[in-house]
């Protein structure tokens, strides 16, 4: 079975409304554990729908999925960790104590979880910036800590919603590589959104393309592409 089902799955927004809106029509999707998915397409076409509905902020108006086999042992607020374009970092938390929120929130024995937190800052280049504060950080250095924080419970997923959306290309290049590294050394499962074709093709050791049709029927395509 793989890791992540999808199929069927549809979201019509203010349904039954006058504003009723389709976002998402009939997505299919299976993920292998261990692979880095890239999904792309144009602005609007459904992806950040598709990923809240994975992440478990948004139902599904009709439709499977099914994360972790499908036998139950897949909790959402676990087993997830999200990264959005903006890092969302608390200004009055050092880099440290922004990384350790998931694991406060989830109740996890908090010096393990701050071990665990170093590591990982060191993972994402940030070794020695613990105690710093988010405005003393660059936007990519920024980005890292919010990558630091998405992993600091273990989570068996990985969501990245057009993560490097707002650096600059140099950067934004730079990222790409270390999220290659990281997605190596950490060996999760990753989907990383984004309209970037080029970015996709680079980053995805496996690829789905969601299209928005003249009916805004958003349809999948996998390529199996051989990882360099
Ligand atoms: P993408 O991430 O690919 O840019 P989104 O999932 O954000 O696409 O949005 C898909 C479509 O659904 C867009 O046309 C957007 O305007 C619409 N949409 C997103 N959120 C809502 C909402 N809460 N209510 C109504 N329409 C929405
Ligand atoms: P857009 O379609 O938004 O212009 P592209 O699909 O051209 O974006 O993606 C450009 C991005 O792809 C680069 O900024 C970089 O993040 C990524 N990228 C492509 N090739 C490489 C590479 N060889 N090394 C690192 N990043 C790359």
């Known amino acids: 079975k793989p890791f992540i089902h999808i199929s069927g799955l549809s979201k019509v927004y203010n349904k039954g409304k006058a504003n009723e809106y389709p976002a998402l029509s009939d997505v299919s999707l299976d993920v292998k554990e261990g692979d880095l998915v890239s999904i792309v397409g144009p602005s609007g076409c459904g992806k950040s ?30 087993h997830v960790g999200i990264v959005f374009q903006q890092s969302l970092l608390l200004k009055w938390r050092t880099v440290l104590d922004n990384v350790l929120l998931p694991a406060e929130f989830l109740g996890l024995p908090m010096r393990e979880a701050r071990d665990r937190a170093r590591d990982l800052l060191a993972l994402v280049g940030l070794q020695g910036q613990e105690d710093k504060y988010p405005k003393q950080l660059s936007g990519g250095q920024q980005q890292r800590v919010s990558i630091a924080r998405s992993l600091v419970h273990d989570p068996k997923l990985v969501l990245m919603d057009e993560p490097f959306g707002a650096l ?61």
């Open 49 to 78: 729908t598709l990923i809240m509905i994975i992440a478990g902020l948004l139902e599904a108006t009709e439709g499977t999925l099914e994360i972790g086999g499908g036998d139950g042992g897949f909790d959402v607020n676990r």
């Open 168 to 228: 600059d290309a140099l950067t934004r290049e730079h990222m790409n590589l270390e999220l290659l590294r990281i997605w190596e050394q950490s060996g999760k499962t990753i989907l990383f959104v984004t309209h970037g074709i080029s970015e996709a093709v680079f980053l995805g050791s496996k690829i789905a393309v969601m299209t928005s049709g003249p009916a805004r029927l958003a349809k999948e395509i996998d390529v199996q592409l051989p990882y360099p």
